[in-house]
């Protein structure tokens, strides 16, 4: 499924810059602040959008062990039905409540918990080093179903320094404890030339020079402070 548009927005809940970076971490592939990005996302919805009912998404993991087909094949026995599986080539299947959010006149999700019957089951932290889980009766409207993972385009902007600009608009603190851990990350002689470049320049510019970003690529960003 694609990410939908509302066809008219009625406002903007945030700068047209602000919702272009947010839209080009969203879309982006696996990268390494994508779980803390969710969080800042998660913030950014509560606090900007609108809600907007919920949708169920239901995430089917094929068996490796027969392949998804069902039937378990080897050399040393004859055809039998999987028993990882029992037969229908689906491995764990599990259907996740997601918020619906809109933001700018687009639909983002927040799962809120994994479905059972009428329950959610919530995570509820951690004890002992293991996630805990608590269950929560559900009774919000369902107004569609997802099958698999929801696809998004990818945008051309590199999404880790979208990141740092979202942080930098939306939690300043994070921001500076990010690009200090970031840069700490990094080997020494490239640990140091950042640190003496963030001497000297605003971290948004010494990031966009450091990963080469073109001006092309930032001309959606309106409201550069440098």
Same mark, same amino acid.
């Given at each position: 499924?694609?990410?939908?548009?509302?066809?008219?927005?009625?406002?903007?809940?945030?700068?047209?810059?602000?919702?272009?970076?947010?839209?080009?971490?969203?879309?982006?592939?696996?990268?390494?602040?994508?779980?803390?990005?969710?969080?800042?996302?998660?913030?950014?919805?509560?606090?900007?959008?609108?809600?907007?009912?919920?949708?169920?998404?239901?995430?089917?993991?094929?068996?490796?062990?027969?392949?998804?087909?069902?039937?378990?094949?080897c050399?040393?026995?004859?055809?039998?039905?999987?028993?990882?599986?029992?037969?229908?080539g689906?491995?764990?299947k599990?259907?996740?409540?997601?918020?619906?959010?809109?933001?700018?006149?687009?639909?983002?999700?927040?799962?809120?918990?994994?479905?059972?019957?009428?329950?959610?089951?919530?995570?509820?932290?951690?004890?002992?080093?293991?996630?805990?889980?608590?269950?929560?009766?559900?009774?919000?409207?369902?107004? !569609?179903?997802?099958?698999?993972?929801?696809?998004?385009?990818?945008?051309e902007?590199?999404?880790t320094? !979208?990141?740092?600009?979202?942080l930098?608009?939306?939690?300043?603190e994070?921001f500076?404890?990010?690009?200090a851990?970031?840069?700490?990350?990094?080997?020494?002689?490239?640990?140091?030339?950042?640190?003496?470049?963030?001497?000297?320049?605003?971290?948004?510019?010494?990031?966009?020079?450091?990963?080469?970003?073109?001006?092309q690529?930032?001309?959606?960003?309106?409201?550069?402070?440098?």
């Amino acid at each position: 499924m694609k990410q939908t548009l509302i066809p008219f927005k009625e406002n903007v809940d945030i700068p047209e810059a602000h919702f272009y970076a947010f839209m080009v971490c969203n879309s982006a592939a696996a990268w390494h602040h994508k779980q803390s990005f969710y969080r800042l996302k998660n913030e950014i919805l509560q606090k900007h959008g609108h809600e907007s009912a919920y949708d169920l998404q239901t995430i089917k993991k094929t068996c490796y062990s027969c392949d998804g087909k069902g039937i378990f094949k080897c050399d040393w026995k004859l055809p039998e039905t999987c028993w990882s599986c029992l037969g229908d080539g689906v491995y764990q299947k599990k259907q996740v409540v997601l918020k619906r959010w809109v933001l700018n006149g687009a639909i983002f999700h927040e799962p809120i918990g994994e479905l059972y019957i009428n329950q959610l089951k919530v995570f509820n932290g951690y004890e002992d080093g293991y996630p805990v889980f608590k269950y929560e009766p559900f009774n919000g409207k369902i107004v !569609s179903e997802i099958n698999g993972l929801i696809k998004h385009e990818p945008l051309e902007l590199n999404p880790t320094w !979208s990141f740092y600009y979202l942080l930098w608009n939306y939690n300043r603190e994070r921001f500076f404890n990010c690009i200090a851990s970031d840069v700490n990350s990094y080997q020494t002689r490239t640990k140091h030339k950042l640190k003496n470049m963030l001497k000297q320049n605003n971290p948004l510019k010494v990031f966009a020079d450091f990963f080469k970003i073109k001006k092309q690529q930032l001309k959606p960003i309106d409201d550069l402070p440098f």
